[in-house]
């Protein structure tokens, strides 16, 4: 029954307290008041004009933020090769900032000028100079982005004039803010020296100010604004997300309910916190597994994707071949009995031919990555170019072309004898197509540093620059206009001689020394490794 009479007399009290302080302190406030008018109106004009050189500084901080940014937007756009439009329009917003920061300093600096006549001449010439300086800032602005927009210039030219901008822009700016600091300094000082004459008027009233404040400031402000800074304290922590707070509850005035106030809040807070903090780490941690799942099953997806592709691009480029022959052999037979004989023999043949290409295929279809499945036995490499020359000849001699074979060393490779076999008839067979008009075509080899190279040169046309780092992809040819077939045989020669640890290379054109006729010439080299002994 007494809590509440007491709180409410605690209150009053410091009610009127507060009130007779503020009555006395008002009293000397007005008295210092009156003495001081006539004081601050001596500086007001230059307390004008300093607040007129902080904004002019601070115009020419937005400047130099604004000069800033421009140089940034211009050199990313010159290194990352944008074109003319695309510069100046990324450069447009920042131009128009910059230009309405040069009205808005050639504004300030005309109404400084008459806002210094009192100060003297010297003050008057120094803001004519900043004027002079702006005029050379917007001049270099302007011959910077007339040479940002020469649609000839090269990307260093165009990074000489982004860094002769920034050489030449930023002494300028300085000198204008080394002026606006003199001036302002100038102007302080003189409100300092008026400062000095009202403290010395103030002091009067300083002893009257101190003996009618010492007891409320010591008596009952002073620890009301040690509680308040707690108070103050506790809310930048809450503020922080810092909710460990215990304010002391030894009074029950208005503060001491705002702290019991606030401890509940912080309490309630700090429980709450803890609970998200536990559902955003399960979160979390829910959302980097799902992402790893994810990852993983895209890739395999991709992965199983492109093998698909793969083979079913090599399917269509083996078979096409061996069934075309078997085509133009029973074409052949049906109109001529007397050659049957011979076309069902070529038939019998391709279509052995054929079935390997499928057991070729079959293995690569069973691998469980969709890569090669080979089976490596020692090849004597005179077998392998016998075994190429006599299958390949009659489609030399159905191209009415030469095939010159060199001397092969006697040695052995190590290597799955069905696919570089077929890597060296789809070599030859793709000169017969681009380089037919050429007649002559040369299948040497040579060992060379614990390998063997093996080199096909024809007489065709050559192939363009352009197109010598990509005829090694898929469905990507040499650029004649007579090309046929799928564009996978360099793509499947390549992925057949790497999976032997080998390499494959084309040259072209051909060097005059090595050349076999007038044309161009392509050389393929393919280089493998020998067995060991």
């Not at 917007?138 to 004039?161: I, K, N, P």
């Not at 460990?244 to 916190?273: C, F, H, V, W």
């Not at 980097?288 to 992965?303: C, D, G, P, V």
């Amino acid at each position: 029954m007494t809590a509440a009479p007491q709180t409410a007399k605690r209150s009053l009290l410091l009610k009127t307290r507060l009130g007779l302080g503020a009555v006395v302190l008002g009293s000397g406030t007005l008295l210092a008041a009156a003495i001081l008018y006539f004081g601050m109106q001596t500086v007001a004009s230059r307390l004008e004009t300093a607040l007129a050189s902080e904004t002019r500084m601070a115009r020419y901080a937005a400047l130099s933020t604004q000069a800033a940014t421009f140089l940034v937007i211009a050199t990313e756009s010159i290194q990352t090769g944008q074109t003319v439009e695309s510069r100046l329009d990324r450069l447009s917003p920042i131009q128009d900032q910059i230009g309405a920061t040069f009205l808005n300093l050639r504004s300030d600096v005309e109404d400084a000028v008459a806002a210094v006549q009192s100060l003297g001449l010297d003050e008057q010439s120094r803001y004519g100079t900043q004027s002079l300086g702006l005029a050379r800032m917007e001049a270099l602005l302007a011959s910077t982005l007339e040479g940002l927009a020469d649609a000839e210039a090269d990307q260093a030219q165009l990074r000489a004039y982004v860094d002769s901008f920034a050489s030449a822009f930023d002494p300028l700016l300085s000198q204008a803010v080394n002026t606006e600091v003199l001036f302002r300094n100038s102007v302080m000082a003189g409100i300092e020296r008026t400062r000095w004459v009202l403290t010395w008027a103030a002091l009067a009233l300083a002893l009257f100010a101190l003996l009618s404040t010492a007891w409320f400031y010591f008596g009952l402000v002073r620890p009301q604004f040690s509680r308040l800074d707690r108070l103050r304290n506790a809310a930048v922590q809450v503020g922080r997300s810092e909710f460990a707070i215990s304010l002391p509850q030894t009074r029950n005035d208005e503060i001491g309910q705002l702290y019991g106030e606030t401890n509940r809040m912080a309490a309630a807070l700090r429980k709450r916190q803890a609970e998200v903090d536990a559902e955003w780490t399960r979160l979390n941690e829910t959302i980097a597994q799902r992402t790893r799942e994810l990852s993983a099953a895209n890739e395999s997806l991709s992965k199983i994707d492109e093998n698909r592709r793969r083979f079913f691009a090599d399917v269509s480029h083996e078979l096409r071949t061996p069934l075309t022959v078997i085509m133009m052999e029973a074409q052949i037979g049906q109109r001529d009995i007397q050659t049957a004989p011979e076309a069902l023999a070529t038939i019998e043949s391709s279509a052995a031919k054929l079935n390997q290409r499928i057991d070729d295929l079959l293995r690569v279809a069973r691998s469980e990555t969709g890569e090669l499945a080979l089976e490596p036995t020692k090849v004597a490499l005179c077998d392998l170019m016998q075994t190429v020359v006599s299958d390949i000849q009659p489609e030399i001699d159905g191209a009415d072309m030469q095939l010159e074979t060199g001397d092969f060393p006697d040695c052995s490779l190590h290597c799955d004898l069905n696919w570089i076999r077929q890597v060296l008839l789809s070599l030859i067979r793709n000169a017969i197509r681009h380089a037919r008009d050429g007649k002559a075509l040369l299948l040497s080899g040579q060992s060379v540093d614990g390998d063997v190279q093996i080199q096909l040169t024809d007489n065709g046309p050559g192939i363009p620059d352009g197109a010598q780092t990509r005829i090694f992809e898929r469905f990507v040819q040499g650029g004649a206009a007579n090309s046929q077939g799928f564009g996978v045989g360099l793509a499947l020669a390549r992925w057949i001689v790497e999976a032997h640890e080998g390499t494959i290379s084309v040259a072209s054109p051909v060097p005059r020394e090595n050349a076999l006729g007038s044309n161009a010439g392509t050389n393929v080299c393919i280089r493998l490794p020998l067995a060991e002994a």
